[in-house]
């Protein structure tokens, strides 16, 4: 069974920091590009950072270029986003996803639960 289990969330003050993790299980986690995304209150979902299946290459959107950093460590089926310098405007679910294979089908998209980031003085 596919398990994303994200965890990290919480209330946080303007210019602090967070780390979520996302554990995974049920797959091959080393052969997977992983990602972290978000979704505020009334927004669209959207792609915050991606990361290659062995670290090698790492991708962000430019609302969180130099603020957030992705990073795993496939010996743990575990995958990071490391929160810095918080704004109001992070606040949101964030959510885990393990990339479907190159050429895969959709349903090897896999999605966590989400976790609740809000940063608020």
């Known amino acids: 069974q596919v398990r994303l289990v994200e965890s990290g969330g919480g209330l946080v003050q303007p210019g602090g920091s967070l780390r979520l993790s996302c554990a995974a299980s049920g797959f091959t986690f080393s052969t997977r590009a992983m990602s972290w995304y978000r979704q505020g209150p009334g927004k669209e979902r959207e792609l915050v950072a991606t990361i290659t299946s062995t670290g090698g290459s790492t991708n962000y959107a430019d609302s969180v270029k130099g603020r957030f950093t992705i990073s795993r460590d496939n010996a743990k089926s575990t995958v990071y986003l490391q929160m810095n310098s918080l704004k109001p405007e992070d606040t949101a679910v964030y959510y885990c996803?393990?990339?479907?294979?190159?050429?895969?089908?959709?349903?090897?998209?896999?999605w966590g639960q989400g976790t609740q980031v809000t940063v608020s003085s």
């Open positions: 996803k393990a990339e479907r294979p190159a050429w895969g089908p959709l349903r090897y998209n896999y």
